[in-house]
């Protein structure tokens, strides 16, 4: 017979929310904690890797950030191509530092503090169907036959898993294809932001991983009726920005393309038994596509739900609306800012910020303004 576990509070997912939750389970007094993930880690994961202002503080708050400063590569400054080819280097000055830490290494530092705060973590579960009686949800079942049965579920499997997730608002789609190389010539210490009409309402970007490594990738969106080709779009963006300063690089690996999922509208996060957070519950940024910081903060105040309804401190239905108005504080007007931002992306906006930037005062607003999106 197939084995079954138990825990208080069960967690599908370690990714950033997932681990950022499990963590600060730990530190709330919930030490019943089973975090799983189809993988085992450390494990790669598509994605730029960058970190905002943000995302900094909430590591500080996890208490994780100086394994991860360790380990980062800093930003200091941006370059900014607006649509119309306005290009312009912008110095972040000292407060809105960011830093680039390959999810390889973060992921896994989170998930080691996690196990630090007594959760179990099982890798290679791959959970298939949530287990349900009368609506609520008790627990999942794995790929394998394995149960897991808990009094509260998180639900953090990212794009693509939706196991026991609740009734989610419709859901839409960035889509995303990046590479990786070693020795392309960069202003170290700096993130480029290429918005092309190409890509419009989205941007291409080179974020510096290490002193020799760069990312490169772009965001874009389908059309309604059907789906460019990511690969013949991306040699078109790299040859037209980056065949130059790429041309004695060496690539490592191959392309790698992955959806992000998000909506302006933060509500239906919760039901019986569970809580989407993370870009489970579709918590990323409309703009920039931006999902660790929304990740980790919604694990953390998912974390505080669970917390509150197993200690027996608020009923569920209070908790469960505590966490979506958490939530909605959080993110919803950089989400609607995001929309905006959207919107002047297809104007010459972008363009006449860009020409004003000759003052060094609009120069260290702008980059502070997009470090902060
Ligand atoms: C190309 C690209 C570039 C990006 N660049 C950035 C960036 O620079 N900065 C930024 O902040 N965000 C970026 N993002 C967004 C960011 O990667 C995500 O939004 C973020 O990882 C979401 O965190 P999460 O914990 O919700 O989910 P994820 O990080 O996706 O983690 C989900 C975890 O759940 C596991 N899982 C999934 N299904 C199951 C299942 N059925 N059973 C068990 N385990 C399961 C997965 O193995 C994974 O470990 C980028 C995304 C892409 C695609």
Redesign the pocket.
Known sequence: MAETLEADVAI???????TAAAAHLGTLGIKDVLL????DFP?D???????SPK?IETLKQLGVWEDVAEHAYWIRGIRIVAPGGRDSWQSAGDVAEAVVCKRRVLDHLLLQKALSGGTRFIPH???AEAIEENGRMLGFRGRDGREVRAKMTLV??????R?GLPELRPRRTIQ?I?GWWDNAEFRPHHVEMIFDRMIEPYYGWL?PESETRVNI?ITYEDPPDGKKNARELFKRFLDKHYAERLANATQVGGFRG???VWSYKIDKLTAPGRIAI???GLM?HPAT?????Q?MRSGMLGAEAAADIIQGRRPQAEAFERYEKGCVKAFQLSFWGGGVFRKLVKTNALDWLIAATDQPIVQSATAKLMAHM
């Open positions: 599908i997912g370690a990714g950033p929310a997932g799983v993930d189809r993988h494990r994961k598509t994605c730029g890797s960058g970190i995302g579960f791959d959970a953090a499997g990212g794009s693509h898993c196991v995303a990046m974020f990738g992955h959806p992000v993370g870009e489970s990323t596509a931006e999902g660790i910081y990740g």
